[in-house]
């Protein structure tokens, strides 16, 4: 399985920004996807996640109200619009899928199966 991450890049504080995440086929129609970022120097922290089932959404605290999680499942992409960009958002951001994420373990990376690359995202002040 493989997922590549899209859509980073160098913009100011206020602005926004849409990642993209596509993937190929799974092994599971079912599954948990979540985007983590890591800023430099410190850990990977969770953004924002679909729970397995239900399909209800999850965000930090310090995104909610200027990200959103989205998946488009007809076209395998998962999406992570970002809006009033702070330059505390800069990070390298990374795109996950878990098959067996259980709700509660959103937020932990390791219970993700499959990882994208990483796309960076600098917020200029």
């Known amino acids: 399985v493989q997922l590549q991450a899209s859509g980073g890049g160098l913009v100011q504080a206020g602005d926004s920004l849409r990642l993209s995440c596509t993937r190929s086929?799974?092994?599971?129609?079912?599954?948990?996807v979540a985007w983590f970022r890591q800023a430099p120097g410190k850990e990977r922290e969770f953004v924002a996640g679909i729970s397995r089932t239900g399909g209800r959404t999850y965000y930090t605290d310090s995104v909610k109200g200027r990200f959103t999680i989205s998946r488009d499942n007809a076209k395998n992409a998962v999406y992570l619009q970002m809006n009033s960009l702070k330059p505390e958002d800069t990070a390298v951001y990374y795109c996950?899928?878990?098959?067996?994420?259980?709700?509660?373990?959103?937020?932990?990376?390791?219970?993700?199966?499959?990882w994208g690359q990483g796309t960076l995202v600098t917020v200029s002040s």
């Open positions: 996950a899928i878990g098959l067996r994420t259980i709700t509660s373990a959103l937020g932990n990376p390791h219970s993700y199966d499959y």
């Open positions: 086929e799974l092994p599971s129609n079912t599954y948990a």
